[in-house]
T-cell receptor, first 118, second 112 residues
């Protein structure tokens, strides 16, 4: 079955520690994304990558870092610099990185990682 | 002011009711409009997507876009308890790297 796998489903960390969230896709999609979802709020874009070894900041990149060394993998590190890291993190991918013809490129989401930092 | 405003809900309806979910937006560059359904503790899944103004029907679901009013709607006919979820509208244009902008979501409960 093709899809996006996020692990772990639940993650608990102490304040001041960095933590890395895993995202793997076997859909052969070019573009990958990280979103953050807080209760009662929509999805806010953290980082996105259109191609291997390249990525761009989204709307709320401060305190986060990413890498894209392989097409199928896009891990997100939540650093100690992130002021309010407790949230539900969603990874997504889309088939094409050609934004001008993105009509047939809806986002495919993983089932998220719920991070709690105390 | 947010680019996309979604009716906040929550909504609670009896089984069989017609449900209307709505979003307004301010960015006239948006051309692609999507509705995602998100079950509790799961990732969103694409339900409907449309391009520009008009209607699109898929089974019990109808997506409606009115670009002149900057208003989109999702109608659910003969609602079922399995439709209980949070519904997110999203939209994007050809600029801004094609990134989607999401509404805050409306939580729907359909009671048997």
């Amino acid at each position: 079955d093709g899809g996006i796998t996020q692990s772990p489903k639940y993650l608990f960390r102490k304040e001041g520690q960095n933590v890395t969230l895993s995202c793997e896709q076997n859909l052969n999609h070019d573009a990958m994304y990280w979103y953050r979802q807080d209760p009662g709020q929509g999805l806010r874009l953290i980082y996105y990558s259109q191609i291997v070894n390249d990525f761009q900041k989204g709307d709320i990149a401060e305190g986060y870092s990413v890498s894209r060394e392989k097409k199928e993998s896009f891990p997100l590190t939540v650093t100690s610099a992130q002021k309010n890291p407790t949230a539900f993190y969603l990874c997504a991918s889309s088939p094409v990185a050609n934004w001008a013809s993105s009509y047939n490129s809806p986002l495919h989401f993983g089932n998220g990682t719920r991070l709690t930092v105390t | 002011q947010k680019e996309v405003e979604q009716d906040p809900g929550p909504l609670s309806v009896p089984e069989g009711a017609i449900v209307s979910l709505n979003c307004t937006y301010s960015n006239s560059a948006f051309q692609y409009f999507m509705w995602y359904r998100q079950y509790s503790r799961k990732g969103p899944e694409l339900l409907m997507y449309t391009y520009s103004s008009g209607n699109k029907e898929d089974g019990r679901f109808t997506a409606q876009v009115d670009k002149s009013s900057k208003y989109i709607s999702l109608f659910i006919r003969d609602s079922q308890p399995s439709d209980s979820a949070t519904y997110l509208c999203a939209m994007k244009g050809n600029t801004n790297a094609g990134k989607s902008t999401f509404g805050d979501g409306t939580t729907l409960t359909v009671k048997p």
